[in-house]
């Protein structure tokens, strides 16, 4: 029995309930029920459809839930209007929850934690341990994001572009647990991207498969990072660039360029180098000014600039950097790079020891204190 | 069991007996200070002693509430001389030498040099829950 392919089916079973009549939140708790109970059974009674008894469970938990708390009438009426089982939109119930669960009107660590259990079908618990929260924290999380969504009609669709932030976040931000998010968030982009033709969905499919592939190499068995020039190369996921490249082209050839498309093509640029130094700087920083031009975002600036430094030169670098603000998140340390890359050693060594006071976690602050030794350790001899 | 928060500051502690600035040790006492310290949390965890740990950012602020339908008044970064906390160990042990002791391991952590850093930590027992039976 395959949990992924259990919580593959979840989606799905959902929707089938919310177009018989029950409402969402009480439809997501019952085939959450259906999905423990469906781990406890399945390993010594696979059923045949397995489909068909999740919805089959999860409609009977469903009933009782609608018998506990609501009228006799009102439960009788349910029953009534229960369409026959058919092969139904599975589809799209599953975008329309990609959408409910994305929804603008929840805030994005609700809309993470909602989409999770009800698309990704994982339990509250996984969710709370990726998160580092109690679960008790989580549960209420996600029943008030139920609540908030709860007059949102199933069958509106949304808007494509929140919900691939919400994927974006899972992927960018998830923490640890016996979950991995980063596979979670590339398994459910891809299954968005089996739901609808949309370009950015295959541009962030790109991104994130490209990103996933040098995982290997991004880190020492110590812990500590590895800068994308001193990586190992012969470590990063051949096949999954591979894929990666070829979803992002498929998506280019439509020719409706957005952010996420812009961000695979740079990671695709630093993919097909076979060492650092074959990185093509030029082609980078063009993919700069049109993530620039699409987003507007001093992040993407900021990232131009240290590409900018390693295709006209550091001290190209540091005059495009002049013009940001300073305030920006890890400025100083792009900063200390491109000193350290003119030839100032002295101003790198100290601009290093003060961007790792600034950095936002323990592996980039340990990093950058690296750096300013090993800087240090040089201007003394 | 009794519960300890160990508490490293930024600022506040008196000084270290090894008391360099971190980007002034070699790139490898930097990287054996590092290892020290996440070796000594797997071994509280593997002893069953660990309950929490977390490092904390320089940059902080003073908030208070200042009223109805006003907007909290903040103050800060802090003055040089304010006692600034980096980070917290929580652990579980049987007895106050215990405590004492895991103290004493951490701040032997190495510093500049290979040298032990001698860091003054803030050793806090937490209140505790009143017992069932008090008579």
Known sequence: MDASLLRAIAPAVIGVLVRRGADFATAEDAVQDALVEALRVWPDDPPRDPKGWLVAVAWRRFLDAARADSSRRQREALVEEQPAPGPGAAADDTLQLYFLCAHPSLTPASAVALTLRAVGGLTTRQIAQAYLVPEATMAQRISRAKRTVAGVRFDRPGDVATVLRVLYLVFNEGYSGDVDLAAEAIRLTRQLATATRHEEVAGLLALMLLHHARRPARTRADGSLVPLAEQDRSLWDTRMIAEGVEVLQAALARDRLGEFQAQAAIAALHADAHCADETDWV?????????VRITGSPVARLNRAVALGEADGPRAGLAALAELDPALPRFTAASAYLHERAGDLASAA??????ARSAPNLPERDHLTRQAARINAQLRG | MAKYLLLKHYRGAPASINDVPMDQWSPE?????IKYMRDFAARLETTGEFVDGQALSPEGTFVRYD?????PVTDGPFPETKDLIAGWMVIDVETYERALELAGELS?????GGKPIHEWLELRPFLTEPPTITE
């Open chain 1, 350 to 355: 100290r601009l290093y020891a003060e961007a």
């Open chain 2, 29 to 33: 006492e930097v990287s054996a200070h």
């Open chain 2, 108 to 112: 032997a952590a190495p510093g500049a």
């Open chain 2, 67 to 71: 009223g109805e339908g006003r907007p």
């Open chain 1, 283 to 291: 082609q980078i920083v063009e993919w700069y000014d049109e993530l």
